[in-house]
């Protein structure tokens, strides 16, 4: 499976708490995306469950099939997520890696449509 991962971070410090309870709102948003098959996730093994996102602190790294379809619906998520939360997610520090069997174009074609 060829798979993308996308890293951002916010751009506004909140207290920790605060910051939490928006980062679970997140997490919501993405588990809800995987159940109804909107997006797929990374598997690490076969027996493995698919990951979509894993959260640290204030960093996220995010999991998708190479797909315009994938990558705007992740867009879509991210929206949504600035929009509740107030938060914004900062393009210059995000990155997008992809694995080594993705071609240069579909990787800038994924890159294009997250503008990182």
Same mark, same amino acid.
């Given at each position: 499976?060829? +798979?993308?991962? !996308?890293? @951002?971070?916010?751009?506004?410090?909140?207290? #920790? !708490?605060?910051?939490?309870?928006?980062?679970?709102?997140?997490?919501?948003? @993405?588990? *809800? &995306?995987?159940?109804?098959?909107?997006?797929? +996730?990374?598997?690490? #093994?076969?027996?493995? *469950?698919?990951?979509? *996102?894993?959260? %640290? &602190?204030?960093?996220?790294?995010? @999991? %998708?099939?190479?797909?315009?379809?994938?990558?705007?619906?992740?867009?879509?998520?991210?929206?949504? !997520?600035?929009?509740?939360?107030?938060?914004?997610?900062?393009? *210059?520090?995000?990155?997008? @890696?992809?694995?080594?069997?993705?071609?240069? +174009?579909?990787?800038?074609?994924? #890159? #294009?449509?997250?503008?990182?």
């Amino acid at each position: 499976m060829r +798979g993308s991962g !996308y890293r @951002f971070t916010t751009t506004r410090p909140l207290c #920790s !708490y605060l910051f939490i309870i928006c980062v679970e709102g997140l997490s919501t948003l @993405f588990i *809800h &995306a995987k159940a109804k098959g909107v997006i797929h +996730g990374v598997k690490i #093994s076969r027996n493995a *469950h698919t990951i979509s *996102h894993l959260l %640290f &602190a204030d960093d996220s790294f995010l @999991f %998708f099939r190479v797909s315009p379809n994938e990558a705007f619906k992740m867009k879509n998520i991210l929206s949504t !997520y600035e929009a509740t939360s107030g938060q914004a997610i900062n393009l *210059h520090k995000s990155v997008i @890696f992809c694995d080594e069997n993705v071609s240069q +174009g579909d990787h800038n074609n994924i #890159s #294009s449509i997250l503008s990182v």
